[in-house]
């Protein structure tokens, strides 16, 4: 009897665990020097000064842990991501987390699925096959990363072209990011941003560069990916608070109402929730003025930027409460 008792208690248990269990979700913005990432249309500079333009940007996660609650590990098993810059919320599975300390990760796929067969994966999955396509061959596997543009010679025609397809399991790179997460529409979300710009610290693109394989620079990109990841908006470059004088929100639950100044010409402005949707764009707006918009705002946590083509000059949170 005292073990049916027993067994029962540890069934309600566990059921109770189970409850508590919410989804998980990582999020990764995709930011250009800490400015919102434009594919193909986006013109930037390279921490060498070379201008480039992006066309595709792709590269897997694995390997994910995340370290919660007083230093508690849950590792996300067998979850793969296909990173796309159209997309920044990734499911990792329903997990009983409630503060997050840090997020661990790999850039690649780990070495048994990297060898395997796509197309013993479901349709949808991010091992199935791609188009474009992300398995280079059973021998070589997966594309870690691919990642394509042009670059500028210095005549603005941008007919230079760049492509690091990187692959071979020894590039399989881990990144730690120190990291919080917050509750949004019932579901845990880890927030990332990422700037993709750190991805060419010391790579030449002048000139182009077309590389396939383990060998530099595809080495020191995947290198450079341990740097890319940031927990927060604010953004720490020196313009920050010499341009933008000053930001004043006024009066946001009857409508988005933003007071600025700056020194700044030709700025750009845009409003996003957490889910990286933007919500307001306004672009080449005057160096100091007024954003209106008679958008409804619901309760939660806004993020606006104020931004040009290869610099973010100022960046806060709004927050909504009714």
């Given at each position: 009897?005292?073990?049916?008792?027993?067994?029962?208690?540890?069934?309600?248990?566990?059921i109770?665990?189970?409850?508590q269990?919410?989804?998980?979700?990582?999020?990764?913005?995709?930011t250009?020097?800490?400015a919102?990432?434009?594919m193909?249309?986006?013109q930037?500079?390279?921490?060498?000064g070379?201008?480039?333009?992006?066309?595709?940007?792709?590269y897997?996660?694995?390997?994910?842990?995340?370290?919660?609650?007083?230093?508690?590990?849950?590792k996300?098993?067998?979850?793969?991501?296909?990173?796309?810059?159209?997309?920044?919320?990734?499911?990792?599975?329903?997990?009983?987390?409630?503060?997050?300390?840090?997020?661990v990760?790999n850039?690649g796929?780990?070495?048994?699925?990297?060898?395997?067969?796509?197309?013993?994966?479901?349709?949808?999955?991010?091992?199935?096959?791609?188009?474009?396509?992300?398995?280079w061959?059973?021998?070589?596997?997966?594309?870690?990363?691919?990642?394509?543009?042009?670059?500028d010679?210095?005549?603005?025609q941008?007919?230079?072209?760049f492509e690091?397809?990187?692959?071979?399991?020894?590039?399989?790179?881990?990144?730690?990011?120190?990291?919080?997460?917050?509750d949004?529409?019932?579901?845990?979300?880890?927030?990332?941003?990422?700037?993709?710009?750190?991805?060419?610290?010391?790579i030449?693109l002048?000139?182009?560069?077309?590389q396939?394989?383990?060998?530099?620079?595809?080495?020191?990109?995947?290198?450079?990916?341990?740097?890319?990841?940031?927990?927060?908006?604010?953004?720490?470059?020196?313009?920050?608070?010499?341009?933008?004088?000053?930001?004043?929100?006024?009066?946001?639950?009857?409508?988005?109402?933003?007071?600025?100044?700056?020194?700044?010409?030709?700025?750009?402005?845009?409003?996003?929730?957490?889910?990286g949707?933007?919500?307001?764009?306004?672009?080449?707006?005057?160096?100091?003025?007024?954003?209106s918009?008679?958008?409804?705002?619901?309760?939660?946590?806004?993020i606006?930027n104020?931004?040009?083509?290869?610099t973010?000059?100022?960046?806060?949170?709004?927050?909504?409460?009714?």
């Amino acid at each position: 009897m005292k073990s049916i008792f027993t067994t029962l208690l540890l069934f309600i248990f566990c059921i109770a665990l189970q409850a508590q269990a919410n989804p998980v979700y990582l999020q990764i913005n995709p930011t250009i020097s800490k400015a919102p990432l434009a594919m193909i249309k986006g013109q930037y500079s390279a921490p060498n000064g070379v201008k480039y333009k992006l066309k595709r940007l792709q590269y897997y996660i694995s390997g994910v842990t995340i370290f919660h609650d007083g230093n508690q590990e849950t590792k996300c098993d067998q979850v793969y991501l296909l990173i796309n810059p159209d997309q920044t919320d990734y499911y990792l599975g329903d997990y009983n987390i409630n503060n997050v300390e840090r997020i661990v990760f790999n850039i690649g796929v780990d070495s048994v699925p990297n060898h395997g067969d796509p197309t013993a994966w479901p349709a949808g999955h991010a091992l199935a096959p791609q188009n474009p396509s992300m398995h280079w061959g059973w021998a070589a596997g997966y594309r870690f990363a691919a990642i394509e543009g042009n670059s500028d010679s210095g005549n603005g025609q941008f007919a230079d072209l760049f492509e690091f397809h990187t692959i071979g399991d020894e590039l399989l790179t881990k990144v730690e990011v120190n990291a919080s997460s917050e509750d949004n529409a019932g579901k845990k979300l880890i927030t990332l941003y990422a700037d993709y710009n750190k991805l060419f610290t010391n790579i030449d693109l002048f000139g182009g560069k077309i590389q396939h394989g383990n060998l530099t620079p595809n080495d020191i990109l995947m290198a450079n990916f341990k740097d890319v990841y940031y927990t927060s908006p604010s953004v720490a470059t020196k313009d920050v608070n010499s341009h933008l004088i000053g930001v004043n929100v006024v009066s946001p639950a009857s409508g988005l109402h933003i007071n600025y100044t700056s020194d700044i010409k030709g700025m750009n402005f845009r409003l996003m929730n957490t889910n990286g949707q933007a919500l307001v764009q306004q672009n080449n707006i005057s160096a100091s003025g007024s954003i209106s918009s008679d958008i409804e705002l619901p309760a939660g946590v806004y993020i606006y930027n104020f931004y040009t083509e290869n610099t973010s000059i100022a960046t806060g949170k709004i927050i909504i409460t009714k």
